[in-house]
């Protein structure tokens, strides 16, 4: 699957977001090594530590359904900028699916490829662990 593909899915997983107070819609994409993909958008609550970013719903959602290896995830948001993971979701992506590509997504449906060790240099990791 190319990234403008996996790019209009995560377009498409805005329309499941329910960002209550910001109105700030993002929709993720998950790609699995054997070409699933998942969809989550970001879920709001009145208690904001509590909301849900759309890159760990699709990821959890991946994960809960018995999906362990991942090539990449894209991310859409309203922006005229490109709206990369923010650093939990940074986390959860790196301890889950490891060093995939993320593509970031504009409101122009220009796209932005990154490797997530470029969005997060020196991840902690369970190597830190041991």
Do not use: W
Request: glycine share 6%; proline share 4%; aromatic share 8%.
């Amino acid at each position: 699957m190319d990234n403008k593909t996996l790019a209009l899915k995560a377009i498409e997983a805005k329309k499941y977001s329910l960002p209550t107070y910001s109105n700030f819609h993002v929709g993720a994409s998950l790609l699995t090594d054997e070409g699933r993909i998942y969809l989550g958008g970001n879920i709001e609550t009145s208690s904001y530590s509590l909301t849900i970013c759309a890159e760990r719903t699709a990821v959890f959602k991946a994960i809960s359904e018995g999906e362990r290896k991942f090539k990449s995830i894209a991310v859409a948001s309203d922006a005229p900028g490109f709206c990369p993971p923010c650093g939990a979701c940074r986390q959860v992506l790196f301890d889950l699916c490891g060093d995939i590509d993320v593509v970031l997504i504009n409101n122009k449906e220009e796209i932005k490829v990154l490797k997530l060790s470029e969005l997060l240099p020196l991840a902690f990791s369970k190597k830190e662990l041991i």
